[in-house]
């Protein structure tokens, strides 16, 4: 009978781990069953009563974990880091976002933006709303925003004609076809995101956990996170 090893994992990670899953499986003889969801959506989950064996959330969301108790001492590592970015369906009129005032005007002028809904607790949606905030155009911008599903990807609407920009992670949308990377947000305005892995500390394979992380934290798997547009630490 195969061995299970529950996951609990952000979306940004998602494109990593389903190229690199299927050789620790063969490699370990276990079968990952892996939950995705924004960080708070699964920090919310494991409060409630909930149970993984490996954590990788936002570096917020594993803090919360490390004060509830629930990261075995000694397994936390920091995975990788990935910059929001800004993206227009493949072959699109490509505008200016070089300076944070290219970007306002860019954003200013697209007949429909998407960024992830930070009621969702997404960490690119909640700086990102900030951030019209910060620039003074938080009304113009959110009166034609439209928001992907929950653990939805912005790029999907991309794709369908649903808007002109889409603004996520950058390994988020890299995950979509059809679309291309215009840059990262410019100047002051960057913002990165670091993604770190535990065990958690009621799982009852730590080791196969931990072997995992240890998978996830290799020159082989570190080569995997770069070409999909992560940082790997």
Known sequence: M??????????AVQSVLQALVPLFEADHGYRLRITWNTAPVLVKRLQGGE???VLILN???MDTMTRD??????SEVTLASSATALAVKAGAPRPDI???EALK???LAGRAIAYSDPAAGGASGIYFAKLLERLGIAREVNAKTKYPPPAGLCGDLLVGGDVDLAVQQKPELLQVRGIEILGL????LHMV???VACVEASSAEPATGQALIDFLRSPASAAVFRAKGLDPA
């Open 2 to 11: 195969t061995r299970k090893l529950e996951v609990f994992s952000i979306i």
């Open 51 to 53: 149970t993984a064996d």
């Open 59 to 61: 570096r917020a969301g």
């Open 69 to 74: 108790m629930r990261v075995r001492a000694g």
């Open 98 to 100: 070089s300076t944070p």
């Open 105 to 107: 005007r860019a954003l």
């Open 185 to 188: 947000l410019p100047g002051d």
């Open 193 to 195: 995101t670091v993604f």
